[in-house]
Nanobody, 125 residues
Framework: QVQLVESGGGLVQAGDSLRLSCAASGRTFGAYAMAWFRQAPGKERENVAAIRWNGGSTHYGNTFYADSVKGRFTISRDDAKNTVYLQMNSLKPEDTARYYC?????????????WGQGTQVTVSS
């Protein structure tokens, strides 16, 4: 069982930066791929970024980013702290959404088994 709690969201202006954190509890955190999803009103939930579990690489790569955030967002993890981060730079109004942390036993991430409650990110113009 993995429990996830997000934090770090807030209201910022376009061009600003935020760092989201996801604190995980569970004995096997390091064995899961971690991901950040987001969902805006009227839109489907989308996978923004993901990072594979430690211990190797595949032909799929070790990280994933949606085209809309490549070059601006960076996902990272610290398994010793049971924490995953999403560094968001050069934020745009279209980044406004509720961001969810998720844990997945598969790579690439398709349907994560565990979800956090989400944290709201609002970017004003």
């Amino acid at each position: 069982q993995v429990q996830l709690v997000e934090s770090g969201g807030g209201l910022v202006q376009a061009g600003d930066s935020l760092r989201l954190s996801c604190a995980a509890s569970g004995r096997t955190f390091g064995a899961y791929a971690m991901a950040w999803f987001r969902q805006a009103p009227g839109k489907e939930r989308e996978n923004v970024a993901a990072i594979r579990w430690n211990g190797g690489s595949t032909h799929y790569g070790n990280t994933f980013y949606a085209d809309s955030v490549k070059g601006r967002f960076t996902i990272s993890r610290d398994d010793a702290k049971n924490t995953v981060y999403l560094q968001m730079n050069s934020l745009k109004p279209e980044d406004t959404a509720r961001y969810y942390c998720a844990a997945s036993s598969t790579w690439p991430v398709i349907s994560p088994e565990y979800w956090g409650q989400g944290t709201q990110v609002t970017v004003s113009s």
